[in-house]
């Protein structure tokens, strides 16, 4: 009994320990540094991030990847969470779908589908890159993308794309558009290089550019100094010519197109 009685202490004294951390929250405490001293072993040992291989990166910056990741020297291979790495890769602007893999001992393999430039979206004085989608990827850098069309207005980046897609038919007017500006929220006006506006109706669009196209191959209005060509009203289609170049004009034209400054024409239907 006297030789068990110092292993009886103890046992008791550690129980009371392990009781006191218990009800202090010390266990948790005490967890998580064991935990944190063995992650730190293991990444002594090797099993720390020392290399990230990114595919499909383009446009998404290293910057915003790493910071995304939030993974370095010091990461745990066994411990990064992948699943949230993704969602924050997913974050950036850039980046559509992301894909996150851990390759032991020491790499994380990212896979990643980035948004693609389509527009130059210019609204209160700001412009912006978007997506198809009309989602802003970055701030305006035009040597960056020199080729891309230039939507201006108030819903114009995410409506650009259905825009495009029905110009895709009408090459000639397409290539003469300096931008393309969104009226209300709710219509196009088309600006070309030379100046001249083409107002487009909130609906009906393919029906109002055949019409533009019939007068433009019968008449040429895309070649004169016009000042706008109003389609709005798909029965009475208006020319407006410019001031200064009104009196100039007042000469023989073709019959069916105004000669004054504003006016309206006839459309292939026969109605006015």
Same mark, same amino acid.
């Given at each position: 009994?006297?030789?068990?009685?110092?292993?009886?202490?103890?046992?008791?004294? +550690?129980?009371?320990?392990?009781?006191?951390?218990?009800?202090?929250?010390?266990?948790?405490?005490?967890?998580?540094?064991?935990?944190?001293?063995?992650?730190?072993?293991?990444?002594?040992?090797?099993?720390?991030?020392?290399?990230?291989?990114?595919?499909?990166?383009?446009?998404?910056?290293?910057?915003?990847?790493?910071?995304?990741?939030?993974?370095?020297?010091?990461?745990? =291979?066994?411990?990064?969470?992948?699943?949230? +790495?993704?969602?924050?890769?997913?974050?950036?602007?850039?980046?559509?779908?992301?894909?996150?893999?851990?390759?032991?001992?020491?790499? #994380?393999?990212?896979?990643?589908?980035?948004?693609?430039?389509?527009? @130059?979206?210019?609204?209160?004085?700001? &412009?912006?890159?978007?997506?198809?989608?009309?989602?802003?990827?970055?701030?305006?850098?035009?040597?960056?993308?020199?080729?891309?069309?230039?939507?201006?207005?108030?819903?114009?980046?995410?409506?650009?794309?259905?825009?495009?897609?029905?110009?895709?038919?009408?090459?000639?007017?397409?290539?003469? =558009?300096?931008?393309? #500006?969104?009226?209300?929220?709710?219509?196009?006006?088309?600006?070309?290089?030379?100046?001249?506006?083409?107002?487009?109706?909130?609906?009906?669009?393919? @029906?109002?550019?055949?019409?533009?196209?019939?007068?433009?191959?019968?008449?040429?209005? #895309?070649?004169?100094?016009?000042?706008?060509?109003?389609?709005?009203?798909?029965?009475?289609?208006?020319?407006? @010519?410019?001031?200064?170049?009104?009196?100039?004009?007042?000469?023989?034209?073709?019959?069916?197109?105004?000669?004054?400054?504003?006016? &309206?024409?006839?459309?292939?239907?026969?109605?006015?």
């Amino acid at each position: 009994m006297t030789g068990k009685w110092p292993l009886l202490c103890a046992a008791f004294a +550690a129980s009371a320990i392990l009781y006191g951390a218990i009800v202090g929250g010390q266990i948790e405490q005490i967890f998580n540094a064991a935990v944190t001293g063995a992650e730190r072993a293991a990444v002594a040992m090797g099993f720390g991030v020392k290399r990230v291989v990114v595919e499909g990166q383009r446009n998404a910056t290293d910057a915003a990847i790493t910071t995304a990741l939030e993974a370095g020297p010091e990461t745990f =291979m066994l411990a990064f969470d992948t699943d949230a +790495a993704k969602d924050r890769l997913e974050a950036v602007s850039w980046i559509r779908h992301a894909r996150v893999m851990r390759l032991l001992p020491s790499t #994380l393999q990212v896979e990643i589908e980035e948004r693609g430039p389509y527009a @130059m979206w210019q609204n209160k004085r700001q &412009t912006f890159v978007v997506d198809s989608e009309g989602v802003v990827l970055a701030p305006a850098l035009p040597q960056a993308f020199p080729n891309l069309p230039l939507v201006v207005g108030e819903g114009a980046g995410e409506h650009a794309a259905s825009l495009y897609e029905t110009l895709a038919s009408y090459q000639d007017l397409k290539s003469r =558009m300096l931008a393309a #500006l969104r009226v209300g929220d709710r219509r196009w006006t088309l600006k070309l290089r030379t100046g001249t506006e083409i107002m487009l109706p909130d609906g009906n669009i393919e @029906m109002a550019l055949n019409a533009l196209q019939k007068l433009e191959q019968e008449h040429g209005v #895309l070649q004169r100094d016009l000042a706008a060509i109003d389609l709005r009203l798909l029965d009475r289609i208006t020319l407006r @010519m410019r001031e200064t170049t009104a009196a100039a004009v007042e000469e023989a034209v073709p019959a069916g197109v105004p000669t004054s400054a504003t006016g &309206t024409t006839n459309q292939p239907d026969g109605r006015t």
